[in-house]
């Protein structure tokens, strides 16, 4: 079961970054760890420095942007937060969540949520 799980998350953030590249987003990191938290995907979109949680579940149950509760967010921020330590710039931020849905077709959809939280809550 926890095989297929990883999987389908792993799937899911291929099928994410494949979505972000298509919508213009420079993809410059993955997977960034740090013993507060992750951040599954660093993107630049314009001039904004995108932090994105990506989100992967089977059809049906609760979608996957309502799996972001206030401890992920807390995480996510606190990862984001030791990135920027490590690589400064002077960009405007925005946290993001990729929601990925199994399709009818067996296929992945992803819904990008552009600034889905702040780094405040």
């Not at 298509?22 to 995108?50: H, P, S």
């Not at 942007?65 to 990862?79: G, L, N, P, S």
Request: a positive charge; charged letters at 30%.
């Amino acid at each position: 079961m926890a095989d297929a799980r990883h999987r389908l998350g792993r799937a899911g953030e291929e099928a994410a970054v494949a979505e972000l590249v298509r919508q213009g987003f420079r993809i410059l990191a993955r997977n960034q760890a740090c013993r507060c938290g992750e951040v599954d995907i660093v993107a630049l979109e314009g001039g904004c420095l995108c932090f994105v949680e990506v989100r992967t579940r089977g059809r049906g149950g609760i979608g996957p942007a309502e799996t972001v509760d206030a401890a992920k967010r807390r995480r996510v921020v606190a990862a984001a937060r030791d990135w920027l330590f490590r690589h400064p710039v002077e960009l405007p931020i925005r946290f993001d969540v990729a929601s990925v849905v199994r399709g009818t077709g067996g296929g992945l959809e992803v819904e990008l949520l552009r600034n889905a939280f702040d780094a405040g809550e």
